[in-house]
């Protein structure tokens, strides 16, 4: 089965009410491609707002955060429940951003992925090494732990999408070679084959993400196992369109 070409943008913590709309108004006008899966991530403010504004039938809104638990006193987090009751399909979890700058563990990551699937979300599970990680040989070592730790909870993974996201490459500028993305991918799929089976390993959308841009993105056609992108600073522009479209 081939897998579906997958593009995700993560607005990450920008935006506001109007520029939200333009950019969802930009998606709505451009004739995108009907073999792309294509899924937004705004605030989780603004969730509803870039949902009642959304009009492109191949596009779909993801939480960029949800929580482990129901509805109740969880002061500041967001419920699956609530993010399904504005019409959004997925959740990014485990992002490097939260992983670091958030203290969040392995375990935290797995137990929200297990709730949001369990709840029927989507999930796009960001792994990644940091930069120093990287240097000291340790790559495939944290992406692997990251992975297991999910694997642990989660045996049906026909709802995750995996973005191996470098955190050297996020917002940097500096996008990993498509060869040296490709070779993680592979190792990833591999490891994949492992702990979850050839089939579902084949099955499963392995994403990059880190630096993607208009420019770019086509570098990485001809990479097997680099099945879309994960988008961040780029999806707020108009050559978000130009990756969507970078595998036609
Ligand atoms: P970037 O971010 O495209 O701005 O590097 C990617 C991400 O963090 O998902």
């Known amino acids: ?12 913590m920008n935006g506001l009410k109007e520029s939200i709309k333009a950019i969802v108004e930009q998606l709505n006008a451009a004739e995108l491609p009907s073999n792309v899966e294509v899924v937004i991530a705004p605030p989780a403010l603004y969730l509803d707002w870039a949902q009642t504004h959304l009009k492109q039938a191949t596009v779909e809104i993801a939480a960029q955060n949800s929580f ?5 006193a969880y002061t500041g987090e967001v419920a699956v429940e609530q993010i399904k009751d504005v019409g959004a399909k997925w959740v990014i979890l485990g992002h490097s951003e939260r992983r670091t700058i958030l203290n969040e563990t392995d375990e935290f990551v797995a137990s929200k992925t297990k709730f949001a699937l369990d709840n029927g979300l989507g999930v796009i599970l ?4 940091l930069l120093e990680e990287r240097d000291a040989g340790k790559t495939i070592e944290v992406v692997n732990r990251q992975i297991d730790a999910v694997v642990e909870k989660v045996k049906d993974w026909s709802n995750i999408v995996i973005a191996y996201e470098p955190v050297w490459a996020i917002g940097t500028g500096l996008a990993a070679t498509p060869e ?13 084959v492992e702990v979850i089976g ?3 390993a084949e099955n499963t959308r392995i994403i990059y993400g ?4 208009g420019k770019n993105a086509k570098s990485f056609n001809g990479a097997a196992d680099i099945d879309g992108f994960l988008v961040g600073g780029a999806s707020l522009k108009p050559e978000f369109v130009d990756i969507i479209n970078a595998r036609q």
């Open 180 to 192: 040296d993305a490709q070779a993680v991918h592979a190792a990833i799929r591999k490891h994949l």
């Open 126 to 129: 960001c792994i990644g090494e």
């Open 1 to 12: 089965m081939a897998r579906t070409f997958f593009v995700g943008g993560n607005f990450k």
């Open 68 to 72: 482990d638990k129901n509805t109740g």
């Open 198 to 200: 050839a089939e579902q």
């Open 210 to 213: 880190g630096s993607v841009n």
